[in-house]
Nanobody
Framework: QVHLVESGGGPVQTGASLRLSCKSDDRMFSTYIMAWFRQAPGKEREFVAGVSQEGGKTNYADSVVGRFTISKDNPKNTMYLQMNSLKPDDTAVYYC????????????????????WGQGTQVTVSS
């Protein structure tokens, strides 16, 4: 079973930056398609950003385009989410997710497509 561990969350003020990390001890890490999702209180989990197996393809939710950057470092078994210009609306628990990829350039955006999830890391942005 894939084990994913997120880190890097915390309380920040509007306009600040954070970098989330998602690390795995799975030797098959390089074959996984991965993504970040988030869930705010009282809301459904939503897609934030996705990345292909080798990191060459990415996709973003409209609400974070131009502010967030997803990346995947296969030698380090780690995926990142660089978040800049944070807003109060970005406040949520952020989860990383993974699934085995069959196509190198494929990026997935639906939660149902992923079968492994981390425990989440809280991001709180105050105004």
């Amino acid at each position: 079973q894939v084990h994913l561990v997120e880190s890097g969350g915390g309380p920040v003020q509007t306009g600040a930056s954070l970098r989330l990390s998602c690390k795995s001890d799975d030797r098959m890490f390089s074959t996984y398609i991965m993504a970040w999702f988030r869930q705010a209180p009282g809301k459904e989990r939503e897609f934030v950003a996705g990345v292909s197996q080798e990191g060459g393809k990415t996709n973003y939710a409209d609400s974070v385009v131009g502010r967030f950057t997803i990346s995947k470092d296969n030698p380090k078994n780690t995926m990142y989410l660089q978040m800049n210009s944070l807003k109060p609306d970005d406040t949520a628990v952020y989860y990383c997710a993974s699934t085995l990829g069959l196509f190198k350039s494929l990026v997935l955006t639906s939660a149902e497509q992923f079968d492994a999830w981390g425990q989440g890391t809280q991001v709180t942005v105050s105004s």
